[in-house]
């Protein structure tokens, strides 16, 4: 069996500049298993997110990101979403006039749409029409009682007037719909207070239990969203680089010493 994922050497430079953010990053995810990236402010968390999910702000200058035996950085974003990867956002965009129900069916339907006319030679079948209303309203049904997320969230404008938890909330109820095989979750705990931290991550971890082969991978600055969403593997990023990989109490003791003695390793014993 080879690689499920595995990012090889990555380099990345934000796009049209000589400014290099990721130098050399190297990560393997396992099926089922919940990694988290933590580090300093500046060290390249979230454009190693972007650079996963093809934002065009970031450009790979080397490396390969190998997902089921495919090199992702050579698919577009929403192919990369159609083979299971999903990135939940640090900062999600608000869309007047467009409600969550709406957003929701309509990226189903995409997908569907795409990977319909994938294995019919690029053409669409003209008898394929999408999720048909009754199924996925069962579906959205469902996915909101599980997360614990009022019925009345669907009908409303995706992030418009949301609060920061109400933005996450959001972000994980596509998840619940799109059943990714592998959630990327950028700082997810950026402006959330503890009430909304403990909803939110409650949220990841029921859709974890659920489909318990989706890999995970947690980027956050601060432990406190780890003692939510637990996870297995524990990495520092520094400077572009995994410069420390561990279990979970990596995470509790950088909660305590801070990243300094990771960046003078001439004090390390």
């Given at each position: 069996?080879?690689?499920?994922?595995?990012?090889?050497?990555?380099?990345?430079?934000?796009?049209?500049?000589?400014?290099?953010?990721?130098?050399?990053?190297?990560?393997?995810?396992?099926?089922?298993?919940?990694?988290?990236?933590?580090?300093?402010?500046?060290?390249?968390?979230?454009?190693?997110?972007?650079?996963?999910?093809?934002?065009?702000?970031?450009?790979?200058?080397?490396?390969?990101?190998?997902?089921?035996?495919?090199?992702?950085?050579?698919?577009?974003?929403?192919?990369?979403?159609?083979?299971?990867?999903?990135?939940?956002?640090?900062?999600?965009?608000?869309?007047?006039?467009?409600?969550?129900?709406?957003?929701?069916?309509?990226?189903?339907?995409?997908?569907?749409?795409?990977?319909?006319?994938?294995?019919?030679?690029?053409?669409?079948?003209?008898?394929?029409?999408?999720?048909p209303i009754p199924?996925?309203?069962?579906?959205?049904?469902e996915a909101l009682q599980m997360?614990?997320?009022?019925?009345?969230?669907?009908?409303?404008?995706?992030?418009?007037?949301?609060?920061?938890?109400?933005?996450?909330?959001?972000?994980?109820?596509?998840?619940?719909?799109?059943?990714?095989?592998?959630?990327?979750?950028?700082?997810?705990?950026?402006?959330?207070?503890?009430?909304?931290?403990?909803?939110?991550?409650?949220?990841?971890?029921?859709?974890?239990?659920?489909?318990?082969?989706?890999?995970?991978?947690?980027?956050?600055?601060?432990?406190?969203?780890?003692?939510?969403?637990?996870?297995?593997?524990?990495?520092?990023?520094?400077?572009?680089?995994?410069?420390?990989?561990?279990?979970?109490?990596?995470?509790?003791?950088?909660?305590?010493?801070?990243?300094?003695?990771?960046?003078?390793?001439?004090?390390?014993?």
């Amino acid at each position: 069996m080879g690689t499920w994922f595995e990012i090889r050497d990555l380099h990345v430079k934000i796009a049209d500049t000589d400014r290099e953010i990721l130098k050399g990053l190297s990560l393997t995810i396992n099926p089922g298993e919940i990694h988290a990236i933590m580090g300093p402010n500046g060290s390249g968390k979230s454009t190693l997110a972007y650079a996963l999910m093809g934002h065009p702000g970031y450009e790979v200058t080397g490396g390969e990101v190998i997902f089921k035996g495919q090199n992702i950085l050579e698919m577009e974003a929403d192919e990369r979403s159609r083979a299971g990867i999903f990135l939940a956002f640090q900062y999600p965009v608000a869309i007047p006039g467009v409600t969550v129900a709406n957003f929701l069916r309509t990226a189903i339907n995409a997908r569907i749409k795409a990977e319909a006319a994938a294995k019919n030679g690029g053409v669409l079948p003209p008898d394929v029409r999408g999720v048909p209303i009754p199924v996925f309203t069962k579906q959205l049904r469902e996915a909101l009682q599980m997360l614990k997320v009022d019925q009345s969230f669907a009908g409303r404008y995706l992030n418009d007037g949301f609060s920061g938890g109400e933005k996450k909330r959001a972000e994980i109820l596509q998840m619940a719909m799109l059943k990714p095989e592998l959630a990327i979750l950028d700082e997810t705990d950026s402006g959330l207070d503890i009430d909304a931290l403990r909803i939110v991550s409650e949220g990841v971890n029921t859709l974890h239990r659920s489909n318990p082969q989706m890999g995970v991978l947690v980027i956050t600055h601060y432990q406190r969203l780890l003692n939510y969403i637990k996870p297995q593997f524990v990495h520092v990023l520094i400077d572009g680089r995994i410069v420390e990989s561990g279990g979970p109490e990596l995470a509790l003791h950088l909660e305590e010493k801070g990243y300094d003695w990771l960046k003078e390793p001439e004090l390390v014993d």
